[in-house]
C-alpha cells in the first residue's frame, strides 16, 4: 500500500489521526441516541456502514481520500466499544464481570491475530488476482466481513434485561437476567426521558469518580500506543549488512505472537481478578511491570533481541483495564446510563489524545527509538497508577455511591430513617417517578 500509494511522509500516522477525530466526535453522541434508540437497531447500523467504507478504501487513489474515508470510520467505529461494554456491565454481575469484558477485550487482540494471518495470506496469494493488489484485497474481504457481521448483529443483539426483544433468549431466560442484577442492587439501561439524561449528565460532570476514572484510563490507553509502532519497527529492521531482517509475511506473522500474549495474560489475570475481587490489584499490577517494560524501551538497549523480547512484553502487560472497568461498573452499579456516558467520555478523551499526542510524539522520522515516545508513555503509566491508587482511596471514604448511587447521603451512618425511605422508594421509582410506578413496581416485586 505504501508503495502503491506512494505514502513515503507522515501518512501513516496521519491515517490514525484522522481516524482518531472522527471516533472522539461520535462517542457521545453515540451512546445518547441509544437512550432512545434500541443498541440491537443502532449498532448494526453503525457496523454495515463500517464495512462498506473499508471497502471504498481499496479503490481510494491517494492518501487524501483515505483521510477523507478515516474520518468517517472512526465515527462509525465509535459506537461499538462503549456499547459492548455497556451490555457487558447491564448482564453480568461483579464477581462475572471482569474476565467478561477480558473476553470482549481480547477478542481485538484475536481479531489481530487473524487480521496478521489474513493480511499474510492475501500478500502471498491473492496479490494481482483479477488486477487487484493484495492490500486491496485484505480492505475488501475486511469489509465484507464486517457488512456481514452487522447483519447478524440485528438478531444477536440483545439490548439489555429491561428492553430486551432478543429471539434466542426465552421469557424464563429474560426474567433470571433481571432477577440476576436486581439480586445485587445493580439496576440495568432501559428507554429513558431526556430530562432524566440531563440531570444524570449534570451530576456526572461534577462527581469524583468521573475525574479519577477519566484519567486512570486514558492515562493508560495514552501508554499502550506504544506497541503500535512494533510492525513499522520490524518492517525496518535490518542486519549487518543492510539487509532486511524480516520479510513482508514475517513482519505479517510476527505480531500474532504478541497477540497470543495479550490474550493468555488478559484472560488469567481478570479470571484471577473475579475470583478473588481483585479489581484495583489486578488492574495497577500490569502497569506497574508495563511501566518498567517502557522504562527499558526508553533506554533502548543495543541488542535488537532484547527490544523484540520487550516489544512483545508490551502485548503481555496491557492486562489491567477490564479490572478497572469492572471495578468501575460497581462503583455505579446505580448508574446504568451514567456508566455508558462515562465509559463514552473517558474514550472521547483517549482519543483526542490519540488525534494529538502522536504527531509530535510518535513521529515516524523518529522511528525506531522514539525519543519524546518511550519516555512520555512511561510518564503516563506511572501517573495513571498513582490516579487509581486516589480513586481507591477515594472509594473507600465513600461506599454510599455503590449502594444509592448519585443522589446517595454524604454520610450512610447519619442517614436517617426518613433518608432510607426515601432513597429506597427512588430507586425503585427512578428519578422523575410517580406514585403510581413506585406502586407498581412494588406490586411486580411481591409477586416475584
Not at 162 to 187: C, N, P, Q, S, Y
Amino acid at each position: 500500500m505504501k508503495e502503491s500509494l506512494h505514502l513515503y511522509g507522515n501518512e501513516l500516522v496521519n491515517f490514525n489521526t484522522f481516524f482518531s477525530v472522527g471516533y472522539a466526535i461520535g462517542l457521545i453522541p453515540g451512546q445518547l441516541i441509544q437512550t432512545k434508540v434500541r443498541a440491537s437497531f443502532f449498532l448494526p447500523f453503525c457496523e454495515i456502514s463500517w464495512g462498506i467504507l473499508v471497502t471504498c478504501i481499496a479503490q481510494a487513489p491517494n492518501a487524501k481520500t483515505i483521510y477523507a474515508l478515516r474520518v468517517f470510520l472512526g465515527l462509525f467505529s465509535a459506537v461499538f466499544w462503549p456499547t459492548a461494554v455497556s451490555m457487558i456491565f447491564n448482564w453480568y454481575t461483579p464477581a462475572e464481570l471482569a474476565k467478561r469484558i477480558a473476553f470482549f477485550t481480547v477478542s481485538d487482540a484475536a481479531g489481530g491475530m487473524f487480521l496478521s494471518a489474513l493480511q499474510a495470506a492475501l500478500y502471498t496469494n491473492m496479490d494481482g488476482v483479477h488486477g487487484i493488489s493484495g492490500w486491496q484485497w485484505l480492505f475488501i474481504v475486511s469489509g465484507a466481513i464486517t457488512i456481514g457481521q452487522g447483519l447478524l448483529g440485528l438478531v444477536v443483539i440483545p439490548d439489555t434485561p429491561a428492553v430486551t426483544r432478543a429471539i434466542w433468549l426465552t421469557e424464563a431466560d429474560k426474567t433470571l437476567a433481571r432477577r440476576r442484577m436486581a439480586e445485587f442492587g445493580a439496576t440495568t439501561s432501559s428507554m429513558i426521558p431526556t430530562k432524566v439524561v440531563v440531570q444524570k449528565l449534570r451530576k456526572l460532570i461534577v462527581h469524583p469518580v468521573t475525574y479519577f476514572f477519566v484519567a486512570a484510563f486514558a492515562l493508560s490507553a495514552w501508554a499502550n500506543r506504544a506497541n503500535s509502532y512494533f510492525t513499522l519497527y520490524l518492517e525496518g529492521l535490518e542486519d549487518e549488512n543492510g539487509n532486511l531482517r524480516f520479510s513482508t509475511y514475517q513482519v505479517n506473522v510476527i505480531p500474532m505472537g504478541g497477540y497470543a500474549l495479550q490474550i493468555l495474560a488478559n484472560l488469567g489475570l481478570n479470571a484471577l481478578s473475579d475470583w478473588k475481587q481483585w479489581r484495583w490489584q489486578i488492574s495497577i499490577a500490569p502497569a506497574l511491570l508495563f511501566g518498567i517494560v517502557l522504562s527499558v524501551l526508553s533506554a533502548w538497549p543495543s541488542d535488537w533481541r532484547v527490544i523484540l523480547v520487550f516489544y512483545f512484553l508490551t502485548y503481555a502487560t496491557n492486562a489491567g483495564s477490564p479490572s478497572l472497568l469492572a471495578w468501575l461498573a460497581e462503583l455505579l452499579k446505580k448508574e446504568p446510563e451514567a456508566r455508558s456516558i462515562l465509559v463514552a467520555l473517558t474514550v472521547t478523551i483517549v482519543y483526542i489524545g490519540h488525534a494529538t499526542i502522536p504527531i509530535r510524539v510518535w513521529r515516524t522520522s523518529d522511528s525506531p527509538t522514539y525519543p519524546i515516545g518511550f519516555p512520555l508513555a512511561t510518564a503516563f503509566i506511572f501517573s495513571s497508577i498513582f490516579v487509581q491508587l486516589g480513586m481507591l482511596w477515594w472509594g473507600r471514604r465513600n461506599t454510599q455511591l455503590a449502594e444509592f448511587g448519585y443522589d446517595a447521603p454524604s454520610n450512610t451512618s447519619t442517614r436517617t430513617d426518613e433518608e432510607s425511605s426515601r432513597f429506597d422508594r427512588e430507586s425503585l421509582e427512578g428519578p422523575g417517578g410517580d406514585s403510581k410506578t413506585f406502586n407498581l413496581k412494588v406490586s411486580a416485586i411481591e409477586k416475584q
